[in-house]
């Protein structure tokens, strides 16, 4: 705001033009005061939906050589894909699974140049519910189960009462380490 009193013509003439400066957050300061200004970042103080834009896997067990694929032709590392489950009680229900989108041949080191990763767009609403993210190895015969990870937004994304754009999901017991980014909504 501008409380000066001057018309945009006389406005131009005015050196200095004294004025003062209100915030949203109901701060304000006239320009002959010093002040320090702080940028915050925006964020979320409550939301309704979740939203999981990327899963990245950058840890997984025994990506040693062979491991997963003894005796197999054609290769000597797991085929990688993502599925996403929920548990709706009694059992667990496969909501998407990215076996298409398999990862040929995955080691460690794509695990750590944070190379293997779902575009997934995962939309969640129930912040109690219990999912999970499944490694699986593709195989032409039978898939193997790698490991999970599971979790609920409420204990486990959002547990410190913040809305993180980005998480890391980590289960030293099941040596699975996840990298999440997220959006937040109001529905």
């Known amino acids: 705001y501008i409380n000066d009193g001057l ?12 004025y003062h400066v209100h915030y949203l957050d109901g701060s304000s300061f006239n320009t002959g005061d010093e002040i320090e200004y702080t940028e915050t970042d925006y964020e979320v103080t409550s939301a309704s939906t979740m939203v999981i834009k990327k899963v990245m896997f950058t840890q997984l067990p025994h990506m040693e050589e062979n491991y997963w694929e003894p005796g197999i032709g054609g290769g000597s590392y797991p085929d990688v894909y993502l599925q996403i489950s929920k ?5 667990w229900e496969t909501i998407n699974s990215y076996v298409d989108d398999y990862f040929n041949e995955t080691t460690s080191t794509m695990l750590d140049n944070h190379t293997v990763f779902w ?3 995962f939309e969640i609403s129930d912040f109690n ?5 499944d490694a699986w190895d593709y195989d032409s015969g039978e898939d193997d189960f790698m ?3 599971q979790f609920t937004v409420n204990n486990d994304i959002i547990n410190s009462g913040d809305f993180p754009t980005t998480k890391i999901l980590y289960d030293s017991d099941k040596n699975i380490r996840i990298e999440l980014q997220i959006e937040w909504a109001e529905k």
């Open 119 to 121: 575009d997934t767009n």
């Open 129 to 133: 519910m219990i999912y999970a993210f």
């Open 147 to 149: 490991t999970d990870m």
């Open 7 to 18: 018309t945009i013509t006389n406005l131009q003439s005015a050196v200095p033009i004294d």
């Open 87 to 91: 548990y709706n009680g009694s059992s």
